[in-house]
């Protein structure tokens, strides 16, 4: 059984930083890509970042690039958000997801598109 495990979440200051990590387990792990996506209350479930192993391409919602870094070790299964310049509108739970070897990068941005989801952590900018 897959498992995503996400820690790093917490509460910080407008412009403070954060470190997110996940790591994967179970047997037979592996992923084609992983990405984060986040949910504020009310509100759907976006994309956040991905990145594929493979050439190790990332990509990035408008909302987020130049501020979060996404970046991992394939061979660990871990991958890490690293979150600089936090704005309140940033507020959300963050997760973790990771898709099969077998799917096809282009839906790296949509939840459809992943096969295995962490728990998620909170992650709260105060203004």
């Known amino acids: 059984q897959v498992q995503l495990v996400e820690s790093g979440g917490g509460l910080v200051q407008t412009g403070g930083s954060l470190r997110l990590s996940c790591a994967a387990s179970?047997?037979?792990?592996?992923?084609?890509?992983m990405g984060w996506f986040r949910q504020a209350p009310g509100k759907e479930r976006e994309f956040v970042a991905a990145i594929r192993w493979s050439d190790s391409s990332t990509y990035y919602a408008d909302s987020v690039k130049g501020r979060f870094t996404i970046s991992g070790d394939n061979a660990k299964n871990t991958v890490y958000l690293q979150m600089n310049s936090l704005k309140p509108e940033d507020t959300a739970v963050y997760y973790c997801?990771?898709?099969?070897?077998?799917?096809?990068?282009?839906?790296?941005?949509?939840?459809?598109?992943?096969?295995?989801w962490g728990q998620g952590t909170q992650v709260t900018v105060s203004s």
């Open positions: 997801a990771a898709a099969v070897p077998s799917r096809y990068y282009t839906e790296y941005h949509r939840p459809r598109g992943y096969d295995y």
């Open positions: 179970g047997r037979t792990f592996s992923s084609n890509y």
